[in-house]
């Protein structure tokens, strides 16, 4: 399903385009790309909006496993060295073509040469329409390397500035948890499915005009902790 996801993706389709084309909600176009609900009939007829058969679409995916692979030291020092180039790579990995990032930052002065350097590096081809995704990022930013610090410096400069005043816009909650072994591993793929159900949200979003849309920056920390550090002594 992620295959003909991106494919679909890259010949411009977004979500309510393939729910317009199958009669279906938006929702339930969600559900079949996480691999729920999808019948061989359906599949079929993703493919079809794709311009794919099966045989085509076993290839493709087979092709994306291949030339799929994670960052190497490398690619990893090139985006840590330039933070646009960084911005630019993740917005193409989240789904955005480089039309809508140009039209959403008014980069397009910039666009260019960052896309270059992305193909020089390997980590993106590109295409007559869109890119294609050569290496992908690791979630789990506790490694070394000049991209994991670009990461945490952004994190601190959130934590930074973050306003938890009264009457700020900010929604926020913080919780001490006593956790099991079994349930802080569940604690991890709740994390995970948050930013997984993020992500979608904003693809979604994607073709909406700014003026319909509202930025936001997004932490989500669980630490292990000393339990005397819980309760206050006075």
């Not at 590109?126 to 410096?153: E, F, H, Y």
């Not at 499915?193 to 005009?209: G, Q, W």
Request: proline letters at 2%.
């Amino acid at each position: 399903m992620i295959t003909l996801k991106q494919e679909l993706r890259m010949r411009g389709f977004q979500y309510r385009d393939i729910a317009s084309r199958l009669r279906v909600s938006q929702g339930t176009i969600k559900r079949y790309f996480t691999g729920k609900g999808v019948s061989l009939t359906v599949l079929r007829r993703l493919a079809e909006i794709a311009e794919l058969d099966f045989l085509s679409l076993a290839t493709l995916a087979e092709q994306r496993r291949a030339d799929e692979r994670k960052f190497t030291k490398s690619q990893q020092a090139a985006l840590g060295k330039d933070q646009f180039m960084s911005a630019v790579y993740f917005f193409l990995w989240l789904g955005w073509t480089p039309a809508q990032i140009s039209k959403e930052f008014d980069v397009a002065d910039r666009l260019d040469a960052a896309l270059a350097r992305l193909e020089s590096s390997k980590l993106i081809r590109r295409l007559v329409r869109g890119v294609k995704i050569l290496a992908t990022p690791s979630l789990d930013q506790r490694g070394g390397g000049q991209l994991a610090d670009l990461t945490r410096d952004f994190a601190r400069r959130f934590l930074s500035e973050v306003d938890l005043s009264e009457h700020a816009m900010c929604d926020w909650t913080i919780y001490a948890a006593r956790l099991s072994r079994s349930s802080t591993a569940r604690l991890h793929s709740m994390i995970g499915k948050l930013f997984e159900d993020t992500r979608a949200l904003t693809t979604s979003d994607t073709a909406l005009p700014r003026d319909a849309v509202q930025w936001y920056r997004i932490f989500v920390c669980a630490e292990p902790v000393d339990r005397k550090r819980i309760l206050p002594k006075n």
